[in-house]
T-cell receptor, first 114, second 109 residues
């Protein structure tokens, strides 16, 4: 297995544009997590899904952020419209309750909003 | 509410010196604690979990419920240990992890 896959790896966009980040979890994992990492705030959980259903989205900063998981092998995190303060590294992680819930992280997407 | 605190943002030691990365938590129930590590240009990965009581790459961590701490220790630091270390906790909120702010460990030659 290639592990958790994220795309794109880097994204540079202008303020006001829509940004879509993509994640493919490890096959068979039943939970998926989106995190944001910044120097100031460290690693923050934005939202997580169990069996494709959003369980806790209290970490989503604003209505500009939305996440979907249409099936067990794909999730998106969308920012519309984007702002410079959204610049960060966004990580996706997945886990399997049968494996003590160890979370496996993707390589991250480095987002820069100009 | 559950919270994880890593008081040191940066810890710098010389090769061969002992290392202790501090982690304190607040949680009303019985937590499960983890240490994750992120080496330069690599993805975040699990280093160890308290329930396994294992030593990974020479690192150990003991859960102290009295002091609500889960400090990460290694008797002799190596240059390849230089990385970002995150302490994390999961409790009754299913499999959701709460991360500390992270500590950057720099091991100098």
């Amino acid at each position: 297995d290639a592990g958790v896959i994220q795309s794109p790896r880097h994204e540079v966009t202008e303020m006001g544009q829509e940004v879509t980040l993509r994640c493919k979890p490890i096959s068979g994992h039943n939970s998926l997590f989106w995190y944001r990492q910044t120097m100031m705030r460290g690693l923050e959980l934005l939202i997580y899904f169990n069996n494709n259903v959003p369980i806790d989205d209290s970490g989503m900063p604003e209505d500009r952020f939305s996440a979907k998981m249409p099936n067990a092998s794909f999730s998106t995190l969308k920012i519309q419209p984007s702002e410079p303060r959204d610049s960060a590294v966004y990580f996706c992680a997945s886990s399997d309750y049968r494996a003590y819930n160890e979370q496996f992280f993707g390589p991250g997407t480095r987002l820069t909003v100009l | 509410a559950q919270r994880v605190t890593q008081p040191e943002k940066l810890l710098s030691v010389f090769k061969g010196a002992p290392v202790e990365l501090k982690c304190n938590y607040s949680y009303s129930g019985s937590p499960e604690l983890f240490w994750y590590v992120q080496y330069s240009r690599q993805r975040l990965q699990l280093l160890l979990r308290h329930i396994s009581r294992e030593s990974i790459k020479g690192f150990t961590a003991d859960l102290n419920k009295g002091e609500t701490s889960f400090h990460l220790k290694k008797p002799f630091a190596q240059e390849e240990d230089s990385a970002m270390y995150y302490c994390a906790l999961t409790g009754n909120a299913g499999n959701m992890l709460t991360f500390g702010g992270g500590t950057r460990l720099m091991v100098k030659p």
